[in-house]
T-cell receptor, first 111, second 113 residues
Framework: NAGVTQTPKFRVLKTGQSMTLLCAQD?????MYWYRQDPGMGLRLIHY???????AKGEVPDGYNVSRLKKQNFLLGLESAAPSQTSVYFC??????????FGPGTRLTVL | RKEVEQDPGPFNVPEGATVAFNCTYS??????FFWYRQDCRKEPKLLMS???SGNEDGRFTAQLNRASQYISLLIRDSKLSDSATYLC??????????????FGQGTTLQVKP
């Protein structure tokens, strides 16, 4: 099993550009999450999903959109990237409220 | 006030030392508690869950004090490989049981030879 994978691993964007981050899990987990991690801030929840076709806002959802069309995939979109969105993005999945398994992260820089 | 607070450190200790981290949480309705470990430039991974009665896993001991709303992690006989950031994590059960976790900013441990 690959666990949780994220694509891409690194990306540099210019302000105003758009992009989609892909998260895939092969553990048949119901729950999936997108976090961002910034120095001194810890992990902050952007959006999450409790099942295929459902999404909900987390702590810092502004500027991001998500979709969960298939149970194994959770997409995070940035419609118009801003320098404040420079961060490390982690995807995670879990079976309900149990241990969350994280992907390796995507390092995004917005210039 | 942050929902989960930790001393960011760094804690610099020699090999073989015993080191303890504390973490406080603000929501008394919190139900589940965890310690995650994060190595530099890597993803967080579950180290151990924290149970009301306290629990031990080898050199690691976790304790929960609900009355004072804090959890602790004790590492005995520190190894160089224990150098990492330790994240205190709390599950805030809300409507719908979403499984959302709240992460502290982490405490950095550096074990020196």
């Amino acid at each position: 099993n690959a666990g949780v994978t994220q694509t891409p691993k690194f990306r540099v964007l210019k302000t105003g550009q758009s992009m989609t981050l892909l998260c895939a899990q092969d553990m048949n987990h119901e729950y999936m999450y997108w976090y961002r991690q910034d120095p001194g801030m810890g992990l902050r929840l952007i959006h999450y999903s409790v099942g295929e076709g459902t999404t909900a806002k987390g702590e810092v959802p502004d500027g991001y959109n998500v979709s969960r069309l298939k149970k194994q995939n959770f997409l995070l979109g940035l419609e118009s990237a801003a320098p404040s969105q420079t961060s490390v993005y982690f995807c995670a999945s879990s079976r309900r409220i149990n241990e969350q398994f994280f992907g390796p992260g995507t390092r995004l820089t917005v210039l | 006030r942050k929902e989960v607070e930790q001393d960011p450190g760094p804690f610099n200790v020699p090999e073989g030392a015993t080191v303890a981290f504390n973490c406080t949480y603000s929501n008394s309705a919190s139900q589940s508690f965890f310690w995650y470990r994060q190595d530099c430039r890597k993803e967080p991974k579950l180290l151990m869950s924290v149970y009301s009665s306290g629990n031990e896993d080898g050199r690691f001991t976790a304790q929960l004090n609900r009355a004072s709303q804090y959890i602790s992690l004790l590492i005995r006989d520190s190894k160089l490989s224990d150098s990492a950031t330790y994240l205190c994590v709390v599950n805030m059960k809300g409507s719908g049981n979403t499984g959302k976790l709240i992460f502290g900013q982490g405490t950095t441990l550096q074990v020196k030879p």
